[in-house]
């Protein structure tokens, strides 16, 4: 071997010299669904959110990667009146990516056009508390409330939230300009859609010059593409069972991260046999959330005992409640007066924890003596049938909004629980602002629903996601649906 | 000729009123209300009705029936209820691929099928047809989907020569859209070779005992000059039959291949839309779609007569 090429220093400079060279700045991200728009303001679908989500659009508030709301366009804010006063101070120097300003004007015009009448936003609930919003100045805003609210900046922090302005905003279905770090370039309908640096974004600039979403529904498609080099990152990746071969690939890894995905086998609460307590009991004995984590979700998800998120710490682990048991649930059977066995429908949404999670769960039901019958059905129909008309038994679907256990408080909600005690509980909880007494509330509110056995709790959605292995700064967990790229960069 | 033209041109409008008619139908019987899928779970029972209204679902059947074929007749196709944009260009943008897709997997598998049928039916009985009988046979029964997999894990994955899907754009270049086809268009093509190569074969076969070829070969042809010159000629009516149903099924029916290499495609869009129930969409592809297979058929109706002066002279 010959020492002259082995010299530390020229190795060094070769590396140096080498990774100035090769430092990308662009990035290819897979997402298995095209957003019909790109609108967060007006479309429900999660996959609006996820291109637009701080990289082109941004609310007063924001969502960190660990789910705490943080101040985005307002750098501040002081709560007046025992809470039912907001005045917000707004960042100087913010511009839309058309060049104009963004000032108080933008706020209201954003916040009075998701609250309007005709206002076709899909969380206009989050708006609902709110009276008015009065501009102070261009950098201050104040936002007067019904009645003290804890969850305003919190709401504020939603992708429904962002702020528009009043020139584009008619056409931010085709043609979004925000405040974000990124500007929108073009959309290939089907294909990609690509976004470049703004460079007259007000915050930390980001690293990424260029960034593509890529749209890729087929599974096995998926993996292809993150093979070959197609896509440099899967946040959602949609083949769980290839996840292992990929984890055990030097080029790529693998993020296992949680969402905000409650995945529930929904009763309905209102309809014999299920208005009956004991059966929903018995139902929840039947279910064993291994077998179908395992089964259904290739061992990725956390079990959960109760409407909440296990990575919040307001979290009670109460899965010994409504533990597998399955004598227990024949007993239970047998008392309401079914001995001698039932049928339930099961309708199941297109995913695949649903459709895979629904054979398993038919499977533990015949058991213990309950009978399903399976039907499958695509989002439209399931929205048609089951969450607008009630016409169930049982459902399997994951609620994937975060923070979202005030469901069960209105009674007209599908699964039709209906408990005056929780809703007065949900109440109190919307008007109460220290932060102690708050976790108490919702820690009562997960007991009386695991007590109830409103639903079947399964497990909290896992997030895995792909990602090539020198790509750093993606949200390891998804407190809401978004692909933030503002801290992303290669390292090589 | 101008008779035949005219009775073929009657059939193919009546028949598109008729597909108007059931398609708009069909799909306005299928459950679920496109503004409630857009506005999802947490959506208010004001904001669904405020958005029905903006896309004008509010209005009764028959109305917006008639709304829609007037538009058509003007080239007016409306606009798609999630994308917000007018179906005649998401349609044109996605044409762009599926269009030269199918002429691409169309020309290879005609370059394939010509010769091997014809080779194999002038080889009749020998080692050479056998050969080629064995190979249409594994053509036929291996799905598309598992060939373009495999030609995935090998080209794309392994020698890294393709990416293993997604459409360049044509902005970006001829040679680099038709590099991205490649892929899809050979796996689309093996399958509709192999059947058209059968198909060409046992036609040839068929007029190869035809008196004509017999007086054609006593005027002194060889063997091979009679088969070129007049079995061929004879032989290519069901060979363009079969030439335009597959372009038929290439144009709409690529959608499997399209999921495979993700390319946006009209399959994928139609499947998109019933998804999303994006029902104008779906209606309005789905119409043209039916014109463009009516339209086919009746170019090839068209070119039987210009193969077969026959068919041109026929009178009622």
């Given at each position: 071997m010959n020492y002259r090429y082995c010299n530390p220093t020229l190795l060094l400079l070769m590396c140096v010299a080498g990774s100035a060279l090769a430092a990308r700045t662009d990035i290819t991200v897979g997402m298995v669904l095209e957003p019909p728009n790109l609108d967060p303001t007006g479309g429900a679908a999660a996959?609006?959110?996820?291109?637009?989500?701080?990289?082109?659009?941004?609310?007063?508030?924001?969502?960190?990667?660990?789910?705490?709301?943080?101040?985005?366009?307002?750098?501040?804010?002081?709560?007046?009146d025992e809470g039912v006063r907001y005045v917000f101070s707004l960042h100087p120097d913010v511009t839309f990516h058309d060049g104009s300003d963004f000032t108080a004007d933008d706020v209201k015009f954003s916040i009075d056009r998701a609250m309007a009448e005709g206002s076709t936003n899909a969380q206009k609930g989050l708006f609902a508390n709110i009276d008015n919003v009065e501009i102070i100045n261009p950098e201050k805003v104040a936002i007067n409330l019904k009645q003290a609210d804890g969850n305003l900046l919190f709401n504020l922090a939603w992708g429904d939230a962002v702020m528009l302005d009043e020139a584009s905003a008619g056409d931010a279905a085709t043609n979004p300009i925000g405040t974000g770090p990124f500007r929108f370039d073009k959309w290939v309908q089907g294909d990609r859609i690509e976004?470049?640096?703004?460079?007259?974004?007000?915050?930390?600039?980001?690293?990424?010059?260029?960034?593509?979403?890529?749209?890729?529904?087929?599974?096995?498609?998926?993996?292809?593409?993150?093979?070959?080099?197609?896509?440099?990152?899967?946040?959602?990746?949609?083949?769980?069972?290839?996840?292992?071969?990929?984890?055990?690939?030097?080029?790529?890894?693998?993020v296992l991260g949680s969402t905000e995905g409650e995945t529930i086998l929904a009763m309905n609460n209102a309809v014999p046999p299920l208005d009956d307590i004991r059966v929903r009991q018995a139902v929840a004995h039947a279910i064993n959330r291994d077998e179908i984590i395992d089964g259904a979700m290739y061992g990725y998800g956390t079990p959960i005992g109760t409407h909440f998120a296990p990575h919040n710490p307001a979290y009670l682990d109460l899965t010994s409640k409504n533990a597998h048991?399955?004598?227990?649930?024949?007993?239970?059977?047998?008392?309401?007066?079914?001995?001698t066995g039932l049928s339930l429908s099961l309708k199941l949404p297109p995913p695949a924890y649903a459709r895979r999670g629904g054979e398993i769960i038919a499977a533990q039901l015949r058991d213990v003596g309950i009978a399903t019958e399976i039907e499958n059905l695509e989002w439209a129909q399931w929205l048609e049938q089951v969450f607008k008309a009630k016409d169930f038994n049982l459902t399997i679907v994951s609620h994937t909004e975060p923070m979202d256990i005030g469901i069960y408080a209105n009674p007209d909600y599908y699964f039709q629980y209906d408990n005056p005690e929780l809703q007065a509980l949900m109440t109190d909880f919307g008007s109460e602002t220290d932060p102690e007494k708050r976790t108490g509330m919702l820690q009562q509110a997960q007991q009386m629903i695991a007590d109830d056995h409103v639903n079947g709790f399964l497990f909290q959605l896992a997030k895995t996601g792909v990602a090539a292995s020198k790509l750093k700064g993606l949200w390891e967990n998804s407190p809401t649906q978004a692909n933030d790229l503002t801290a992303v960069y290669w390292d090589e | 000729m101008l008779h035949y033209l005219f009775r073929r041109s009657v059939a193919l409008l009546a028949t598109l009123v008729v597909a108007s008619l059931i398609v708009f139908l069909v799909i306005e019987v299928v459950p679920g209300d496109p503004a409630s899928y857009m506005l999802g779970m947490n959506a208010q029972p004001d904001t669904v009705a405020a958005l029905r209204a903006e896309l004008g679902l509010d209005q009764s059947r028959?109305?917006?029936?008639?709304?829609?074929?007037?538009?058509?007749?003007?080239?007016?196709?409306?606009?798609?209820?999630?994308?917000?944009?007018?179906?005649?260009?998401?349609?044109?943008?996605r044409l762009w691929v599926s269009l030269p897709l199918a002429i691409y997997a169309l020309t290879l598998s005609t370059l394939i099928a010509f010769p091997a049928g014809i080779w194999a039916a002038s080889r009749r009985g020998r080692l050479a047809d056998s050969a080629v009988m064995g190979f249409t046979q594994l053509g036929i029964a291996v799905p598309n989907f598992w060939f373009a997999l495999l030609l995935v894990m090998l080209f794309a994955i392994q020698l890294g020569w393709f990416s293993a899907g997604g459409f360049a754009g044509w902005d970006s270049g001829v040679l680099a859209s038709l590099k991205s086809l490649t892929l899809p268009a050979v796996s689309l093509a093996l399958p509709q070779a192999a059947i058209l190569t059968r198909v060409m074969r046992s036609s040839l076969l068929d007029v190869l005992h035809d008196d004509f070829m017999r007086t054609a070969r006593a005027k002194g042809l060889s063997a091979r000059q009679a088969l070129l010159r007049h079995a061929l000629r004879n032989a290519m009516i069901p060979v363009l039959?079969?030439?335009?149903?597959?372009?038929?099924?290439?144009?709409?029916?690529?959608?499997?291949?399209?999921?495979?290499?993700?390319?946006?495609?009209?399959?994928?869009?139609?499947?998109?839309?019933?998804?999303?129930?994006?029902?104008?969409?779906?209606?309005?592809?789905?119409?043209?779609?039916?014109?463009?297979?009516?339209?086919?058929?009746?170019?090839?109706?068209?070119?039987?007569?210009?193969?077969?002066?026959?068919l041109r002279h026929q009178r009622r």
């Amino acid at each position: 071997m010959n020492y002259r090429y082995c010299n530390p220093t020229l190795l060094l400079l070769m590396c140096v010299a080498g990774s100035a060279l090769a430092a990308r700045t662009d990035i290819t991200v897979g997402m298995v669904l095209e957003p019909p728009n790109l609108d967060p303001t007006g479309g429900a679908a999660a996959a609006i959110d996820e291109v637009v989500y701080a990289n082109i659009f941004e609310g007063l508030t924001r969502f960190g990667p660990d789910g705490s709301v943080r101040p985005a366009l307002a750098d501040g804010w002081e709560i007046e009146d025992e809470g039912v006063r907001y005045v917000f101070s707004l960042h100087p120097d913010v511009t839309f990516h058309d060049g104009s300003d963004f000032t108080a004007d933008d706020v209201k015009f954003s916040i009075d056009r998701a609250m309007a009448e005709g206002s076709t936003n899909a969380q206009k609930g989050l708006f609902a508390n709110i009276d008015n919003v009065e501009i102070i100045n261009p950098e201050k805003v104040a936002i007067n409330l019904k009645q003290a609210d804890g969850n305003l900046l919190f709401n504020l922090a939603w992708g429904d939230a962002v702020m528009l302005d009043e020139a584009s905003a008619g056409d931010a279905a085709t043609n979004p300009i925000g405040t974000g770090p990124f500007r929108f370039d073009k959309w290939v309908q089907g294909d990609r859609i690509e976004m470049v640096r703004y460079d007259d974004y007000w915050g930390k600039p980001v690293k990424l010059d260029k960034a593509v979403f890529k749209f890729i529904s087929e599974p096995t498609a998926a993996y292809s593409a993150i093979l070959a080099g197609d896509v440099d990152a899967f946040p959602n990746y949609p083949a769980p069972e290839n996840l292992a071969q990929l984890d055990a690939d030097p080029r790529f890894s693998v993020v296992l991260g949680s969402t905000e995905g409650e995945t529930i086998l929904a009763m309905n609460n209102a309809v014999p046999p299920l208005d009956d307590i004991r059966v929903r009991q018995a139902v929840a004995h039947a279910i064993n959330r291994d077998e179908i984590i395992d089964g259904a979700m290739y061992g990725y998800g956390t079990p959960i005992g109760t409407h909440f998120a296990p990575h919040n710490p307001a979290y009670l682990d109460l899965t010994s409640k409504n533990a597998h048991d399955p004598d227990a649930a024949r007993a239970l059977l047998k008392e309401a007066g079914h001995e001698t066995g039932l049928s339930l429908s099961l309708k199941l949404p297109p995913p695949a924890y649903a459709r895979r999670g629904g054979e398993i769960i038919a499977a533990q039901l015949r058991d213990v003596g309950i009978a399903t019958e399976i039907e499958n059905l695509e989002w439209a129909q399931w929205l048609e049938q089951v969450f607008k008309a009630k016409d169930f038994n049982l459902t399997i679907v994951s609620h994937t909004e975060p923070m979202d256990i005030g469901i069960y408080a209105n009674p007209d909600y599908y699964f039709q629980y209906d408990n005056p005690e929780l809703q007065a509980l949900m109440t109190d909880f919307g008007s109460e602002t220290d932060p102690e007494k708050r976790t108490g509330m919702l820690q009562q509110a997960q007991q009386m629903i695991a007590d109830d056995h409103v639903n079947g709790f399964l497990f909290q959605l896992a997030k895995t996601g792909v990602a090539a292995s020198k790509l750093k700064g993606l949200w390891e967990n998804s407190p809401t649906q978004a692909n933030d790229l503002t801290a992303v960069y290669w390292d090589e | 000729m101008l008779h035949y033209l005219f009775r073929r041109s009657v059939a193919l409008l009546a028949t598109l009123v008729v597909a108007s008619l059931i398609v708009f139908l069909v799909i306005e019987v299928v459950p679920g209300d496109p503004a409630s899928y857009m506005l999802g779970m947490n959506a208010q029972p004001d904001t669904v009705a405020a958005l029905r209204a903006e896309l004008g679902l509010d209005q009764s059947r028959t109305l917006r029936y008639l709304h829609w074929v007037s538009g058509m007749l003007h080239g007016d196709f409306g606009r798609s209820y999630t994308y917000r944009t007018p179906v005649a260009d998401m349609v044109a943008d996605r044409l762009w691929v599926s269009l030269p897709l199918a002429i691409y997997a169309l020309t290879l598998s005609t370059l394939i099928a010509f010769p091997a049928g014809i080779w194999a039916a002038s080889r009749r009985g020998r080692l050479a047809d056998s050969a080629v009988m064995g190979f249409t046979q594994l053509g036929i029964a291996v799905p598309n989907f598992w060939f373009a997999l495999l030609l995935v894990m090998l080209f794309a994955i392994q020698l890294g020569w393709f990416s293993a899907g997604g459409f360049a754009g044509w902005d970006s270049g001829v040679l680099a859209s038709l590099k991205s086809l490649t892929l899809p268009a050979v796996s689309l093509a093996l399958p509709q070779a192999a059947i058209l190569t059968r198909v060409m074969r046992s036609s040839l076969l068929d007029v190869l005992h035809d008196d004509f070829m017999r007086t054609a070969r006593a005027k002194g042809l060889s063997a091979r000059q009679a088969l070129l010159r007049h079995a061929l000629r004879n032989a290519m009516i069901p060979v363009l039959t079969i030439m335009g149903l597959q372009f038929s099924f290439l144009i709409a029916g690529a959608i499997i291949i399209e999921n495979v290499f993700f390319l946006p495609g009209l399959g994928r869009l139609i499947f998109q839309s019933i998804a999303q129930r994006d029902l104008i969409v779906v209606e309005s592809v789905v119409m043209l779609l039916v014109f463009a297979v009516v339209m086919v058929t009746f170019l090839v109706d068209v070119a039987y007569a210009w193969v077969d002066p026959r068919l041109r002279h026929q009178r009622r």
